[in-house]
Every structure is written in C-alpha cells, then in structure tokens.
C-alpha cells in the first residue's frame, strides 16, 4: 500500500503532467498540427484538475494540521465549485461537442471527414475538419467554424471522391471543395 507521501509525490507529477499537456495542447493547435493537440486544448479543465491535484498533495504531505486543515477546506470548496461550475461550463463552451460525422475519404488514404456541433453558449457552432492518420498522430485541417447567426448548420457532410468533399447546409446549398491529398482545404467555405 503506498504512503501518503508517495501519492502526495504522483499528484504533484499528476499536476506537472497535466500543465505541460495543457501548454503543449495551446502550442500546436493549429492548422495541420496534431489532432490531439485540439482535442486537449482544454486550458480551464486542465488549471482545475491540476489545482485539485496540488491541494490533494498538499493534504496528504504536511505535517502541520492547519495546512491540513486548509487544504480540506480548499479541496472541499473545489470540489462543490467543481460540481456547480461542470453544467455552466458545459453551457458557456462545450468541451465536448456532439459528432455529427466521421466520413472516411474512398481512396482509404486515413483522411476522414468530420463535422462535431457543439452548443456553447447560445446558437450551435460548428465546427468542420479533416483529419489526416490515426490517433494518437493524426493532423488535423480545419475547414470551417463558425457560430450562425441564426440557426444554420450541416445537414448532410460527404466525400465526392478522394480530393473533393461536399457540405450541405440546412438551406439545402452545396458547397463542393477541394481537398489536398495531406487533408488541407484548397478551397475556402462561403457560407
């Protein structure tokens, strides 16, 4: 059974791992950079889950019992914060928004077509990309993201054939684009 001491220690690793995954994920969420770059780019679920390992360690690690005492407190008022902030940050911005399609390209290249649709605060955003290999090294090629205005969105997300893709809004409107064979959009979508 491992002491305090030593699970104080793996939640300040915990911590360590969790802010330089944080900062990492900022760094190279870009066009073209790693899709996991995007999908852990999450800086205020990172700041609370490595708060809450810190305080943890500090619980567990001092010997003084008003440190004890204080990191109890702070640990119990994160995690009742923590309960109540879960639905309003899911409202403000969705960090896990709904897939609406994952259409692999026909050539059987590891292009995939992806089209997730997150509530956020208000109107949908949409959010469109390609994404180039498998996980854990698979890049990512942003198409289009947008929040409408009014209500609007993909009604239909399709590959052509290997180098075109095809959107259909809720208008019923095509928008054909071209797409190199690395994933990246040849063309701009005009909603």
């Known amino acids: 059974m491992p002491t305090p001491r030593a699970v104080a220690r793996a939640l300040v690793v915990l911590a360590a791992v969790v802010a330089l995954a944080a900062l990492a994920a900022a760094r190279f969420h870009r066009a073209g950079g790693p899709a996991l770059a995007a999908e852990l780019d999450h800086p205020v679920l990172a700041a609370a889950l490595a708060a809450l390992a810190l305080t ?26 923590g309960v109540l902030a879960v639905p309003a940050y899911g409202v403000v911005t ?23 649709r997150g509530l956020g605060f208000g109107d949908p955003a949409w959010s469109i990309h390609v994404d180039t290999g498998p996980l854990p090294t698979a890049r990512r090629w942003p198409v289009a993201s947008y929040t409408p205005a009014y209500p609007r969105g993909v009604l239909q997300a399709e590959w052509l054939d290997a180098s075109r893709i095809r959107l259909i809004d809720f208008d019923h409107a095509h928008h054909d684009l071209r797409i190199a064979p690395d994933g990246r959009p040849l063309d701009p979508l005009d909603w």
Request: glycine share 12%.
């Open 56 to 81: 943890g360690a500090a619980l567990l690690s001092s010997r003084r019992p008003a440190v004890r005492k204080g990191a109890g407190l702070a640990l119990a008022g994160a995690v009742v914060a």
């Open 94 to 116: 969705d960090p896990f928004p709904d897939l609406e399609w994952d259409v692999p390209a026909p050539d059987g290249s590891g292009r995939r077509l992806v089209v997730e």
